[in-house]
């Protein structure tokens, strides 16, 4: 990769640099246009989605003399594609009768030696898109301290200085990562449920049960049907 004087700069130099390791754009399942087909560049979480993301002012790259714009970090979809979440950093859901499970899962920005930074989801249906996701947490520090500046931002998520996110992970093909959007783009807080359907395979519930922003960890359950 070669880069002028006035492109190396987080926000930017970092998506390029994925490029050539192999990454496409990030997407979200809104159909909104963000720049590309719709739902391309549609994820403001994640790094690949280019400028259409939530940043902050980074005062270590400078640009013509002035402070640029840094973050945000990948979502779990493209490391897992990478290879750069460790085993011992993932988790699964067992589907095990009625059984709802619970997952205590670290920020993105806070790894922990043993401690998921991910959960594993598949809901069955065709092919090896259709019922694979991840659930994963981020927190407003380290490469994603961006979301509590950027106006754009969720309110919910700026004022809980966290957010539980949940993707479609495409292990094989593109797009890798496609955000399951809300209201509040994609940011699931205390109390919301997200109900993951397939018309091939069973229904299931994610539910954000806490998050505890001074230990850097969100507390999910995960079980069979609506919730």
Same mark, same amino acid.
């Given at each position: 990769?070669?880069?002028?004087?006035?492109? &190396?700069?987080?926000?930017?130099?970092?998506?390029?640099? *994925?490029?050539?390791?192999?990454?496409?754009? @990030?997407?979200?399942?809104?159909?909104?246009?963000?720049?590309?087909? =719709? +739902?391309?560049?549609?994820?403001?979480?994640?790094?690949?989605?280019?400028?259409?993301?939530?940043?902050?002012?980074?005062?270590?790259?400078?640009? +013509?003399?002035? @402070? @640029?714009?840094?973050?945000?970090g990948?979502?779990? %979809?493209? &490391?897992?594609?990478? +290879? /750069?979440? =460790? $085993?011992?950093?993932?988790?699964?859901?067992?589907?095990?009768?009625?059984?709802?499970q619970?997952?205590?899962?670290?920020?993105?920005?806070? %790894?922990?030696?043993g401690?998921? &930074?991910?959960?594993?989801?598949?809901v069955?249906?065709?092919?090896?898109?259709?019922?694979q996701?991840?659930?994963?947490? $981020?927190?407003?520090?380290? /490469?994603?301290?961006?979301?509590?500046? *950027?106006?754009?931002?969720?309110?919910?998520?700026?004022?809980?200085g966290g #957010?539980? &996110?949940?993707?479609?992970? $495409?292990?094989?093909? *593109? =797009?890798?990562?496609?955000?399951?959007?809300?209201?509040?783009?994609?940011?699931r807080? %205390? +109390?919301?449920?997200?109900?993951?359907t397939?018309?091939?395979?069973?229904?299931?519930?994610?539910?954000?049960?806490?998050?505890?922003?001074?230990?850097?960890?969100? #507390?999910?359950?995960?079980?069979?049907?609506?919730?």
């Amino acid at each position: 990769m070669w880069f002028d004087s006035n492109s &190396l700069y987080t926000a930017f130099a970092a998506h390029e640099i *994925s490029h050539a390791f192999g990454l496409d754009h @990030s997407f979200d399942n809104s159909q909104n246009k963000c720049g590309g087909v =719709p +739902g391309e560049y549609c994820d403001q979480w994640d790094i690949m989605s280019a400028m259409n993301t939530f940043q902050f002012t980074d005062q270590n790259w400078l640009v +013509g003399g002035k @402070s @640029s714009k840094g973050g945000p970090g990948m979502s779990t %979809p493209n &490391l897992m594609h990478m +290879g /750069w979440i =460790p $085993r011992d950093n993932q988790t699964r859901y067992e589907a095990e009768g009625d059984n709802e499970q619970i997952f205590t899962i670290s920020a993105l920005s806070h %790894p922990q030696v043993g401690k998921p &930074l991910v959960v594993y989801l598949e809901v069955g249906g065709v092919g090896p898109f259709d019922g694979q996701y991840l659930v994963e947490y $981020r927190q407003d520090d380290g /490469w994603d301290q961006g979301f509590v500046s *950027s106006p754009n931002a969720p309110p919910v998520a700026r004022f809980q200085g966290g #957010t539980v &996110l949940v993707h479609q992970f $495409r292990s094989a093909g *593109s =797009p890798v990562a496609t955000l399951i959007e809300s209201g509040d783009s994609g940011a699931r807080q %205390p +109390g919301n449920t997200l109900v993951l359907t397939n018309p091939m395979g069973p229904i299931y519930h994610v539910t954000v049960k806490s998050i505890d922003r001074t230990n850097g960890a969100a #507390t999910i359950s995960i079980g069979p049907g609506r919730g």
